[in-house]
């Protein structure tokens, strides 16, 4: 019996998702076929929009509509145009959702940087792949005086973090970490033994 090439095709095209492998893709693609055709025909359209209609900050590296970029200057959004941001002070992060929740979440009124991913030499991922040399060039030629690290704490990210560190160290400028442990609300009993040894040693003065 022959299956579908179309339908294979996609079921392929959908693996490059994070965390999709051969059997979701197959659950997801069979669900799409089924779904309303106008409902995909949109879908299908905003994947399209992301490769056209979408560009990076080139300071900060958040994604912004490219209609809005024309109506800025330089490829910057406003944020880091007109913000009067303390430029001292680069976060380095991996990703532009990340930048968001900084920003949300906290008083920090510096730049940030958004790393292409983070550092993995077995699926072809180094320094230059994923920006550093970006990086490196902009703390060289500002006045940076402090980075803050907000990588993950994966393998990876903890990889990035510590060659930006060593390359901070080389350049004499200040570099922190943000700190990881217990979760505010937290109950020890239900952490893993990681985290909890982390926090323990990162502990601090109160
Ligand atoms: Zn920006």
């Given amino acids: 019996m022959k299956e579908s090439r179309k339908l294979i095709e996609l079921i392929e095209a959908l693996t490059i998702l994070p965390g999709i492998g051969k059997k979701s893709a197959q659950r997801m693609a069979y669900q799409l076929i089924r779904s309303d055709k106008k409902m995909v025909l949109n879908l299908s359209k905003k994947l399209e929009d992301i ?36 430029k001292s002070k680069i976060c380095v992060t991996e990703s532009p959702s990340d930048v968001y929740v900084i920003n949300n979440s906290t008083d920090y009124n510096g730049y940030y940087f958004v790393l292409e991913g983070n550092l993995s ?24 005086s402090e ?26 400028i200040k570099i922190s970490r943000i700190a990881f442990g217990i979760p505010l609300n937290g109950e020890l009993g239900y952490l893993d033994s990681e985290t909890i040894s982390h926090a323990f040693n990162e502990r601090k003065t109160i």
Avoid: F, W
């Fill in 121 to 144: 030499p077995i699926d072809g991922r180094g320094p230059r792949e994923i920006g550093i040399e970006k990086l490196e060039k902009r703390l060289k030629s500002n006045c940076v």
């Fill in 147 to 172: 980075l803050i690290l907000a990588t993950n704490t994966t393998v990876e990210g903890e990889a990035t973090a510590h060659y930006i560190h060593q390359m901070a160290i080389n350049l004499n």
């Fill in 51 to 86: 490769t056209t209609q979408i560009s990076n900050c080139k300071i900060c590296g958040i994604y912004l509509d490219l209609n809005d970029v024309l109506e800025q200057t330089n490829d910057e959004c406003l944020s880091c145009v007109r913000e009067n941001r303390d």
